[in-house]
């Protein structure tokens, strides 16, 4: 990634750089100017040539590919009642909808080499890709899923009650999709966009390949939450009379469509040290403001992408 992104910083610092030597033109260069804006442009460059080795773009392997797939229902202790659902997954998507049901339920797609039909050149033929590695368990309403394998990717698709608590781990191929749950969402992903969509309550998401993007329709008050990725957008639509006060941090724009947001003065940090004796002060590039008159701490952080906040 770093090596990619200083070949590309070099052919686009070419490109602009020459057609201005190739006229005879006495031209000054703010140097500093120049290598934030190739920086910005190689970054942006990157995403967009690793995003080509994501999903839509293996279409010659995906040919050399087939999905099987397994379902289980699992029972609650309390139906009706509050739950939580803990997932941790190290290699596939996972997405989880809230219904109107008394259980959760799992389906689990794996993908692995298609069995052939024909022998190859030694007199042998696949006939299987072996079987899931998965394990599921509740107690009190507390269910818990289970794929430790790295090598083969299994997908999770998953129904709870709509009164479910989640915490969601995954790591590669780690696209998170939640949709009409109503709870408090612990999402964390390694290499995947974090999507939550009609949710209710509060989230926190990490991600550190890929937009996270949260659209509530209410928002649970004096409750802190984090939104956090490296590269991507960070994108949140909260409803009209939300409140809250909010920290952020981008190289690039922030953006709202609230009138009533109001950015605030970034207050310095003091540090004493008691064993040198002294104080240190620090004022950090994080940028704050109050939705609505200020309440619980929102953080939103991105590396390359911008940060978003939307009236619903």
């Not at 992104?5 to 030597?21: E, N, R, S, Y």
């Not at 002294?278 to 004022?283: D, E």
């Amino acid at each position: 990634m770093k090596n990619m992104k200083t070949i590309l910083m070099a052919l686009i610092a070419g490109f602009m750089i020459k057609p201005a030597l190739a006229q005879d033109i006495d031209v000054k260069v703010d140097t500093r100017e120049l290598e934030a804006s190739v920086e910005r442009i190689a970054e942006t460059a990157v995403e967009h040539v690793m995003a080509g080795f994501g999903d839509g773009h293996h279409s010659k392997s995906e040919k050399l590919q087939e999905q099987s797939t397994q379902e289980v229902e699992i029972p609650l202790t309390n139906p009706g009642e509050r739950g939580t659902l803990k997932v941790d997954s190290r290699n596939g998507r996972i997405k989880i909808v809230g219904y109107d049901g008394r259980t959760v339920k799992v389906k689990m797609i794996r993908y692995g080499k298609k069995v052939s039909k024909s022998s190859d050149k030694n007199g042998m033929r696949l006939i299987s890709n072996g079987g899931f590695n998965f394990e599921a368990s509740e107690q009190n309403n507390n269910v818990k899923v289970e794929n430790e394998g790295w090598n083969n990717r299994v997908d999770f698709e998953i129904q709870v009650p709509k009164n479910f608590d989640l915490k969601v781990e995954s790591y590669n191929n780690g696209h998170i999709d939640v949709e009409g749950v109503d709870g408090e969402l612990d999402l964390e992903s390694y290499n995947g966009p974090i999507t939550m969509t009609n949710i209710s309550g509060s989230a926190s998401a990490s991600t550190y390949n890929g937009a996270v993007k949260a659209i509530f329709t209410s928002v649970t008050a004096d409750v802190p939450m984090n939104f956090d990725t490296y590269n991507g957008d960070v994108d949140i639509t909260v409803p009209g009379g939300t409140k809250f006060s909010t920290k952020m941090k981008t190289n690039r724009e922030i953006y709202t469509d609230f009138e009533s947001f109001n950015l605030t003065q970034t207050k310095p940090t003091r540090n004493r040290d008691p064993r040198r004796g002294g104080t240190s002060i620090k004022i950090e590039n994080w940028v704050q403001g109050d939705l609505n008159g200020g309440g619980a701490e929102v953080t939103m952080k991105t590396r390359n992408g911008n940060i978003y906040i939307r009236r619903g």
